[in-house]
C-alpha cells in the first residue's frame, strides 16, 4: 500500500518540476538586482563597483545555467550541431 501512495508522489516531483519554463534575460537580470542579493548590499554600503562586478558575474553564471539546460533538452530531440546552432537565451 505504501509503494502505491508513494509512486504517484515520485512522479510528480519528477515531472512536475521537469515542465517549468527557463528563465528569460530579464528574469536573470531581475533575480540578480533582486533584494536581498549580493548586489543589493554593495550598493546600499556604496561599493558600486563590487555591486556591477557581481551583477555581471551573477548574470553569466544563470545564463550559462539556463543555456546549458536548453542545450542538454534539445539533444534529446535533435543532434549537436544544430542544437549548438539554435540554442539562446532569451
Known amino acids: 500500500m505504501k509503494r502505491l501512495l508513494l509512486t504517484p508522489f515520485l512522479l510528480v516531483l519528477i515531472f512536475g518540476c521537469s515542465n517549468q519554463k ?6 536573470i537580470v531581475s533575480q540578480c538586482k533582486g533584494e536581498g542579493s549580493k548586489y543589493a548590499e ?5 561599493m558600486t563597483q563590487f555591486a556591477k562586478n557581481y551583477l555581471d558575474i551573477c548574470i553569466k553564471t544563470e545564463a550559462q545555467k539556463v543555456l546549458q539546460a536548453k542545450y542538454i533538452k534539445c ?3 535533435n543532434n549537436a550541431a544544430y542544437c549548438q546552432s539554435t540554442t539562446k537565451l532569451d
Open 42 to 46: 554593495y550598493n546600499e554600503i556604496g
Open 22 to 27: 527557463e528563465p528569460t534575460y530579464k528574469q
Open 75 to 77: 539533444l534529446k530531440k
